[in-house]
């Protein structure tokens, strides 16, 4: 048959944009318990269903249903309900000393904080995590010190990366921290060589990946797939999907009529696609994916479907390119909320432990910033001294770099 119809190019568009409202049916959502849980040693294309549909463990009157309700204590989940409160508390107070100028950015987790914290308890602590600037909630599950980590952000002479980073982009490599780097993607086949090296070295420790929606239209994302499945890499291959990438709706980074977790099985990589707002499926997920690396299985790609609730960064306003109440249309809920209801339903938390634990971590953060600013902030120009800045370019220092040094006079 001939055609006459011109060609036209398909732009993909949010259904919302300000003013109006998302049509969140674009996701492709299961109803709790429904989908099959195989056995660990499933081979990759034999999670191709499971790529297309939804793990979700919390029902909607926040009962834990289906083959994926993890085997978890109440004292790890309550453990979790902390990591993800103190993340989201911690968000909110450096939001307020970004916007007082201690600090001169900084970036939220809202609404992700299931993810990171279940998966940190999930794993050992010493599985190296190759994190994006949006996983603090690892930091929190691993109970790293706080005024570091504000030291950090406000740039001050406590900072242990001595000023050289824009805030957030923290380094921890005792709490199994890789060094937050500024170009997207790139971590995420650092992870896959990281687990490569581990299996090299008969070790037992494995890696577990880190990338947004929108990153994952990097040519590493494709690179680090391409390793992780030819050498059965021990890697958690984890695509946060969050729907956006600053203003770019997860459509355009390729998500539309498709999900992430379908690229791991055209990959030959076992993949699942879960509800990253249940903490409990984060965590069997994460468990599960866990034991096929230790088991020389290979890798796993995990598909998290969650909302971006707050801002990209302290730069950016959503209210321009989405609707304002977005977040609360999402049709997977606040992590939080849905863990708290169902520790509640088992008698494991009530409102008032709730307000206690809101009170208590709100004390350490504020306790923590105190102590942090006592090695001052950006405000008051507390900062390391130039001269640092020519160290740890390369292990010597080389000649150039002691005349420029000098040339500054420091
Ligand atoms: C290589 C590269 N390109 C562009 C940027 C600018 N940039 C920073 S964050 C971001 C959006 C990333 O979105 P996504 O991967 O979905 O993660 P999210 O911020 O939603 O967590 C962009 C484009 C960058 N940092 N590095």
Not at 214 to 234: I, N
Request: aromatic share 8%.
């Amino acid at each position: 048959m001939p055609h006459s119809e011109p060609l036209r190019l398909h732009v993909p568009e949010p259904t919302g944009r300000p003013g109006q409202t998302t049509d969140f049916s674009y996701l492709r959502l299961s109803p709790a318990g429904e989908v099959r849980r195989p056995e660990v040693d499933v081979t990759p294309v034999d999670t191709r269903d499971i790529a297309y549909s939804l793990i979700r463990v919390l029902d909607e009157h926040g009962n834990a249903v289906g083959p994926w309700a993890p085997d978890i204590s109440i004292e790890t989940l309550r453990a979790g309900m902390r990591a993800m409160m103190k993340t989201r508390i911690f968000d909110s107070r450096m939001l307020i000393a970004q916007r007082q100028k201690k600090m001169s950015f900084y970036m939220q987790s809202l609404g992700e904080e299931a993810i990171g914290a279940a998966q940190a308890m999930a794993l050992n602590r010493d599985d190296m995590c190759f994190p994006t600037y949006r996983q603090q909630s690892i930091l929190m599950a691993r109970d790293v010190p706080l005024h570091g980590l504000i030291c950090q952000l406000m740039s001050n002479e406590g900072d242990p990366l001595k000023g050289r980073q824009l805030p957030v982009m923290y380094s921890i490599k005792e709490a199994g921290f890789f060094s937050i780097s500024g170009n997207l993607a790139t971590q995420y086949i650092q992870a896959v060589g990281w687990a490569m090296a581990s299996a090299i070295k008969n070790d037992t420790k494995i890696a577990s990946a880190w990338i947004g929606d929108g990153a994952t239209a990097e040519a590493d994302f494709d690179t680090a797939l391409t390793f992780a499945h030819v050498y059965h890499a021990p890697v958690i291959l984890n695509v946060v999907n969050n729907q956006w990438a600053i203003s770019t709706f997860q459509a355009i980074a390729g998500g539309e009529n498709t999900t992430f977790a379908a690229r791991g099985v055209g990959c030959g990589i076992a993949s699942l696609r879960v509800d990253g707002n249940d903490f409990l499926a984060v965590y069997a997920a994460s468990k599960w994916a866990a034991e096929r690396a230790r088991s020389n299985l290979g890798p796993t790609l995990i598909e998290w479907v969650t909302y971006r609730a707050g801002p990209h960064s302290t730069s950016d306003d959503p209210s321009k390119y989405r609707p304002l109440d977005d977040a609360n249309h999402f049709p997977l809920g606040d992590p939080i909320a849905r863990l708290k209801q169902y520790l509640i339903n088992q008698g494991a938390w009530s409102e008032q432990e709730h307000e206690d634990t809101q009170k208590e971590l709100e004390a350490m953060v504020i306790a923590a910033q105190k102590e942090a600013e006592k090695f001052g902030s950006l405000a008051d120009n507390h900062v390391f001294s130039p001269a640092e800045m020519f160290e740890d370019i390369y292990e010597q220092m080389p000649e150039h770099l002691r005349q420029q040094r000098q040339q500054l006079g420091i």
